[in-house]
């Protein structure tokens, strides 16, 4: 097993061409950092996996934009940047459950005075796709990475939601895990 970008896990899990088949492991989570390559003829079209899923509100009937005789290969995730660092948590009822009830990747760059320079927060489980937490993001750079902008980033990851009636439990595990993968990520 091979850690990718955002915390990702990744695992072989078959071979398609003779090739290995990468499909990431334990997360939707990156999504964001990740590109899909659907064949090895068309290597060149690499959509980033915030493209490549579709919401319900544009296709019920579809979770993803493969056309009809294509398929997946591998998940691709970047390398990071020199002196970046990743966090993966998973909050489920039983590790061996496939369906996390949340779960949150956090990929950090910081300048040489600690300071955020680029920040990724992607959460699982808390959409049909995997959601980008923006605001988030966008409250950490610029800022020292600590326990009070951690903390906030949780706060900014909840921006606009609006949870089901059955699911408004999730929200403050969110927080906490933005929060908590933030910080592991800073070191």
């Not at 990740?34 to 319900?56: G, H, I, K, N, T």
């Not at 039983?94 to 009830?101: A, E, V």
Request: glycine residues 8%; positive net charge; aromatic residues 4%.
């Amino acid at each position: 097993m091979n850690s990718g970008a955002g915390g990702c896990r990744r695992r072989w899990v078959g071979a398609a061409g003779g090739k290995p088949w990468i499909v990431p492991r334990t997360s939707r989570t990156c999504a964001g950092v990740s590109r899909v390559a659907r064949s090895e003829e068309e290597q060149a079209r690499q959509p980033l996996l915030d493209d490549f899923f579709v919401a319900p509100v544009i296709d019920v009937q579809r979770e993803n934009d493969l056309k009809l005789g294509e398929a997946a290969t591998a998940v691709l995730p970047p390398p990071l940047a020199v002196g970046a660092s990743s966090a993966y948590l998973r909050e489920a009822d039983k590790l061996s459950f496939d369906w996390p009830i949340a779960d949150v990747a956090a990929a950090l760059e910081r300048d040489e005075q600690g300071r955020c320079r680029r920040a990724a927060v992607v959460l699982g489980a808390a959409a049909p796709a995997p959601r980008r937490a923006r605001a988030a993001e966008d409250l950490l750079v610029g800022k020292a990475i600590d326990e009070m902008s951690a903390r906030a980033a949780g706060d900014a990851a909840l921006e606009g939601a609006t949870p089901l009636a059955k699911n408004r439990h999730k929200l403050p595990i969110f927080a906490a895990l933005v929060r908590r993968a933030v910080l592991r990520a800073a070191g």
